[in-house]
């Protein structure tokens, strides 16, 4: 497979994703709304790889914008990071992410189809195995149980495409659930750029640590872990970009759809997550213990074997790495991609 569309190809993974592609001489098309993203992305694309990726300011859900690039590009793969991604925006804003997330999966499927293009890489999240009875999770573990809608779209995609590939044998699917992807490209160039208030863990730390928040909220230390905090999964962005690669050439072997998970194998805390960026910075970082946030599950990690025997995919970065990496960005780059 030479030329990849990657939908959603300036946000954060994206982006990283795009840089892997790019140095492994793949090319890329990326089609992005820039709804929740800039198109300053590309400027930096090209700065670390001497490359700059066709880019289509477009909608998956616009028929039109898909077909233009389908007609105008032999698009070999696709790759689809498009979606909203906050968990508390989609509570209140439910149709929007069914819309967005479902409807926009199901429009660029059947646009793929129509146009012979028949290879599917997913972004799924790990947070369709809901609340897992036991870590590691693997695979075969139970979907289901998810607690917000933003992870029921992840869930009713991977129903929809189990679906297709029963009804189009034609099509070769991988759904990748990614556990909790932090970090940063280590130029310092790209990085996380949320908008507003961050939700999640590794960007609220790092504009603490710049000055932008006065300290760190801990949602619970009472949990039933070792140091009373959740934990969870973290995978470096660029090893999470690097999996992609894997899939790719997985499809290449024509299975139908599979499914991996993408994570490191190891749990860390929020204490564990705080002390290695408390490393990268060398000094305290401020925090204070908050009361749990709903719908935080206790414990999430993976087990790693399957991922690693049929795709050859392993992390080779550790917590310290993304402390590092995402502290780069953000001290480069305190307001992100803004000029
Ligand atoms: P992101 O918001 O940075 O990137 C998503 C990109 O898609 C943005 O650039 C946005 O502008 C674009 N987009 C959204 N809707 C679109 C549409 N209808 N048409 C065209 N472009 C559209 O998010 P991310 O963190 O890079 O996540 C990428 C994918 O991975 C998402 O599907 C997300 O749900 C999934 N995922 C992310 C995480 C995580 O923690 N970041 C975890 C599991 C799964
Ligand atoms: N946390 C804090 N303070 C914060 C932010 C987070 O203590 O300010 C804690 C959370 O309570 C949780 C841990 O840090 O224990 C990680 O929280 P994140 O929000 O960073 O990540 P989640 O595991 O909650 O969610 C992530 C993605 C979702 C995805 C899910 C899959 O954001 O998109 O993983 O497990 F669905």
Redesign the pocket.
């Known amino acids: 497979m030479k030329t990849i569309l990657v939908t959603g190809g300036t946000g954060y993974i994206g982006s990283h994703t795009v840089v892997e592609l790019l140095n492994l001489n793949y090319e890329v098309v990326i089609i992005d709304n820039l709804s929740n993203s800039k198109e300053m992305v590309l400027d930096r694309i090209e700065k670390i790889t001497g490359k700059r990726p066709k880019f289509y300011k477009g909608d998956i859900r616009s028929r039109e914008d898909l077909n233009k690039i389908f007609k105008e590009n032999k698009i070999d793969c696709v790759i689809n990071f498009a979606g909203l ?1 906050a ?1 508390g925006e989609s509570v209140r804003m439910p149709l929007e992410y069914y819309e967005n997330n479902i409807y926009g999966a199901v429009v660029l499927l059947e646009e793929m189809k129509k146009n012979g293009v028949f290879n599917f890489i997913f972004s799924s ?3 369709v195995y809901g609340d897992p009875a036991s870590v590691p999770v693997d695979e075969t573990f139970p979907t289901g149980g998810t607690t917000n809608p ?2 029921t779209t ?1 869930l009713f995609i991977e129903r929809i495409l189990q679906d297709l590939a029963v009804a189009e044998p034609e099509f070769n699917i991988c759904i990748l659930r ?3 992807p ?1 970090g940063a490209h280590p130029s310092g160039l790209m990085g996380e750029d949320p908008n507003g208030i ?5 960007p ?1 730390i790092t504009q603490v640590m710049v000055g932008k928040r006065e300290k ?5 230390d009472d949990y039933d872990t070792p140091d009373g ?2 934990i ?1 999964d973290y995978i470096h962005v660029c090893d999470l970009a690097y999996g992609h690669v894997c899939a790719i050439k997985k499809l290449e072997e024509k299975p139908g759809v599979v499914v991996y998970n993408l994570g490191t194998g190891k749990g860390s805390s ?1 204490f564990d ?1 705080l002390h290695a960026f408390e490393k990268a910075y060398g000094k305290p970082i401020p925090y204070s213990v ?1 009361p ?2 709903a719908g ?2 206790t414990a ?1 990690y993976t087990k790693v074997d399957k991922a690693a025997k049929e795709i050859g995919f392993t992390a080779k970065y550790n917590i310290e790495d993304m402390a590092r990496d995402a502290w780069n960005w953000q001290k480069n780059n305190p307001n992100g991609y803004e000029e």
């Open positions: 991604k968990v999240s790990a947070t933003y992870g992840k990614y556990f909790n932090i961050p939700n999640n863990l590794a609220y760190l909220n801990i949602f619970g905090t959740c969870r929020v997550i908050a749990r946030r935080d599950v999430n």
